[in-house]
Structures are given as C-alpha cells and as structure tokens.
C-alpha cells in the first residue's frame, strides 16, 4: 500500500492547507526575522578568524628580493587563506595597508631525479603577492 495513497487522506491534506494562514504573512515574517539576525552573523565571522596563523612564511627567492624593490612581498600562506585574510593578517603583523593581493597556487607533483632516476616529490603550496603603496615597506630579515 506504499505506491498508493488514500483518497480521505489527500483530503484532510487540503482541508489542512486551506485553514493556514496566507503565504504573504509567511514572507512578511520571514524578512523581519533575517533583518535583524543578519549583522550579527557577519560580526561573528570577522571575530572568528585567526590571523596570527595565515602568513605561514616570507618566500625568499633571487625573482621575490628583485620585486621587494618594486613594493612587492611574497609570502607563503595556508591553503584555505583567502586574499581579504592576506590583507588583513598583512596589516596586523606588519602595520602597512596593501593596496592589492595576488594568490597562486602551485600543485604538488612527482618528477624524476636527473641524478638517481628516482621520482622525488615536490610540495605544493599557495603563495601570496601583497602590493604595497610607493611609501611602504616592510623589512622580513
């Protein structure tokens, strides 16, 4: 008797539907209801965020010191940071606003080793390229 449905019982079901109230008054409290919840759950998330632990290291390379010349840093970040956690964990640490982020992520793979004929694996990682105004700077050694 799964498959088939009784006749009595889809009409006590339409009987129920017709003495609820409106579905204006639904939507009308609905939307009163997410206006005032809605801050609060966006002042939560700005205070959940841990932003000591986003810059996990400054990438030192030949190509990064030529660019801090330019106002450009790269750090090596987790991998669920975002560009705004960047930014922010930026300006906390080092007390200097970016002006713009970049975010690269470079994907772990296996190459094989000239020397032994080997597969060596390389670590994947998520770099950050923070832009800084002609004025600052940040000193990482």
């Known amino acids: 008797m799964a498959l088939f449905g009784k006749k009595e019982d889809k009409k006590k079901a339409e009987d129920t539907k017709a003495v609820e ?5 639904k939507k009308s409290e609905k939307k009163s209801v ?3 919840t809605q801050p609060a759950v966006n002042l939560a998330k700005a ?6 632990r986003v810059l996990v290291r400054p990438h030192i390379t030949e190509k990064t010191v030529g660019q ?18 960047v930014r922010d964990a930026v300006t906390m640490a080092f007390g ?8 690269v992520k470079k994907s772990p793979r296996q190459v094989r080793s000239r020397m032994r004929g080997t597969t060596v694996k390389q670590k994947g990682m998520k770099k950050a390229y923070v832009y800084l105004k002609d004025g600052d700077s940040i000193t990482l050694v």
């Open 34 to 36: 997410k206006k005032t």
């Open 68 to 85: 801090s010349q330019q106002n450009v840093y790269t750090f090596e970040v987790r991998q669920d940071a975002t560009k705004i956690d």
């Open 21 to 25: 109230t409106p579905k204006a008054d």
């Open 96 to 103: 200097v606003t970016p002006v713009k982020v970049n975010i």
């Open 47 to 52: 205070t959940d965020r841990d932003l000591s």
